[in-house]
C-alpha cells in the first residue's frame, strides 16, 4: 500500500486521543517488565512518576497424573505491579504492567514524538529478554464538535463517500424513533494486520437525541500475531501508522485541510 501522506503535518487537528497498546499472552515476571534501566529510559520521555498499585494474576497449570492418568489443575495467585508513569504536560502517560504497556496521548503533538518513545522505552524493555507480545494495536480517535445539525457541514468538510453514510437517521419523521448515534464501521485487512474503521455522529450528549453535529472518525489498526522483537514492534508502529494516515486522509476535504492548516 502506497503512503503518499508521509510528510503530511498540520498545525491544529481534532486528534482526541492515540492509544498505543502491547499485549503479553500471560503476565511477565516483575524482573523481566520492570527494572532500574527501564525506570530510567521511561522518565526521560514521561517524568512524573505515579503510584504504584499491586496487580494479582492467577496461574493455571495442568498436569496429568502419573499413576492414574486423571488430570489436574492447579492455580497460583501471581503478585504483578502497575506503574503509571505521566508527562510534564500531564495529558500524555504510558502505564506498565505485568500483562501490557499502554500509551495514551491525550495532547498529541507529532507522530515522531510517539515513536520516537515507544523505539526507545519498547528496545529497553526487550533488551536481553525474550518476550512475546500477542497482540499489538495502534488507535487515532479524531473528534468534531461542530455547529447544530446541518447536512451541509459534513458535505463539505468529508468525502463524498463518507459523508453519503453520515446521516442521523433514516427516517425523516423523528417523533417516535429519535436517533441518538449514528456510526458506520467498516474493516479492513492488510497481511496480518485489521483496521476497524468507525465514522459518523458519536453524540457527546449520548443517550440524548442527537441535537448537534458531533462528528467522530476513529481508526484502530492492530495485528494478533505474535511479536518477538522492538524492532518488529516499530515496523508494526510505522506500517499502521502509515494505514491510519491514509484512511484519514480520504475521509476529509480540501476545505477540512484548510481549517487544519491554520494555527491556532
Known amino acids: 500500500m502506497e503512503d503518499n501522506y508521509r510528510d503530511v503535518c498540520y498545525q491544529s487537528s481534532n486528534l482526541k486521543q492515540v492509544i498505543l497498546k502491547i499485549d503479553f499472552p500471560n503476565p511477565v515476571e516483575n524482573d523481566k517488565i520492570f527494572g532500574e534501566s527501564i525506570d530510567k529510559k521511561i522518565v526521560e520521555y514521561f517524568s512524573i512518576r505515579g503510584k504504584d498499585e499491586i496487580k494479582y494474576y492467577n496461574e493455571v497449570s495442568v498436569a496429568a497424573d502419573s499413576k492414574t492418568g486423571i488430570v489436574k489443575g492447579h ?3 501471581f503478585e504483578g505491579i502497575e506503574k503509571t508513569y505521566i508527562d510534564t504536560t500531564r495529558m500524555n502517560k504510558i502505564v506498565l504492567s505485568n500483562d501490557t504497556i499502554v500509551f495514551t496521548y491525550n495532547n498529541y503533538q507529532s507522530f515522531e514524538k510517539l515513536f520516537e518513545a515507544a523505539s526507545g522505552i519498547l528496545q529497553q524493555i526487550w533488551k536481553n529478554k525474550k518476550l512475546i507480545a500477542v497482540r499489538c494495536g495502534l488507535r487515532y480517535i479524531n473528534l468534531y464538535n461542530l455547529l447544530p445539525t446541518d447536512k451541509k457541514v459534513s458535505k463539505t468538510m468529508f468525502s463524498p463517500k463518507l459523508s453519503k453514510v453520515m446521516a442521523a437517521s433514516l427516517i425523516d419523521e423523528q417523533e417516535l424513533l429519535k436517533p441518538i448515534r449514528s456510526m458506520v464501521t467498516t474493516e479492513y485487512v492488510a497481511d496480518d494486520i485489521k483496521v476497524t474503521y468507525r465514522a459518523g455522529i458519536y453524540n457527546q450528549f449520548y443517550p440524548m437525541p442527537i441535537s448537534k453535529d458531533d462528528y467522530a472518525l476513529d481508526i484502530d489498526c ?9 524492532e518488529d514492534l516499530e515496523r508494526f508502529i510505522e506500517k499502521a501508522h502509515g494505514m491510519i494516515q491514509i484512511l484519514f486522509e480520504k475521509s476529509i476535504t480540501d476545505k477540512m485541510r484548510g481549517v487544519m492548516m491554520k494555527d491556532e
Open 75 to 77: 492455580t497460583t495467585r
Open 222 to 230: 492492530y495485528t494478533n500475531s505474535a511479536i518477538e522483537s522492538a
